[in-house]
């Protein structure tokens, strides 16, 4: 399992968000700018979070995006496999001996398949309320170097 860029980036956005005074609109621009997320990576990620229940759109001339519920009821397990897929720390555990013929009798599979649940419960555990920031990374990061 890696974590990669759009994890992160969605993890950013919906802490961000979820650090604003409810009901807030932030703006994309707003979002970009405040978690340093590439345009090209949060279009993608903002429509992957709106399909995914996560976050709401709202169009205008303010439009922009907010949670489409409390931080503390959005996991970060929910938020990776909306922009990712089900976590999976190895294929043969989601395809069985589809994948691998040796599925029946391997001895390794019930350790992944440990890891994998402790894992899945772990991230089920931690909201995004759990890790929102009212401030973006640029502003933190300019706070701890003055």
């Avoid at 979002?31 to 993608?44: F, G, H, N």
């Avoid at 938020?79 to 599925?103: A, D, H, N, S």
């Avoid at 029946?104 to 920031?133: F, H, K, N, P």
Wanted: charged share 25%; aromatic share 8%.
């Amino acid at each position: 399992m890696n974590v990669g860029r759009r994890v992160d980036y969605a993890l950013r956005a919906l802490s961000y968000l979820a650090g604003q005074p409810e009901g807030k609109i932030i703006s994309r621009a707003d979002i970009e700018r405040k978690q340093d997320i590439p345009s090209y990576y949060l279009s993608k990620i903002m429509k992957d979070l709106v399909a995914g229940g996560l976050v709401e759109s709202h169009v205008g001339s303010k439009g922009g995006f907010s949670l489409a519920r409390p931080a503390a009821r959005i996991s970060v397990k929910e938020v990776y496999e909306t922009v990712e897929r089900p976590i999976v720390l190895m294929e043969c555990l989601q395809k069985g001996e589809k994948y691998c013929f040796y599925c029946s009798v391997c001895t390794q599979r019930s350790i992944w398949e440990e890891a994998q649940d402790l894992l899945a419960r772990y991230l089920a555990g931690v909201s995004i309320g759990d890790i929102a920031m009212g401030r973006g990374l640029r502003e933190r990061l300019a706070a701890v170097h003055n």
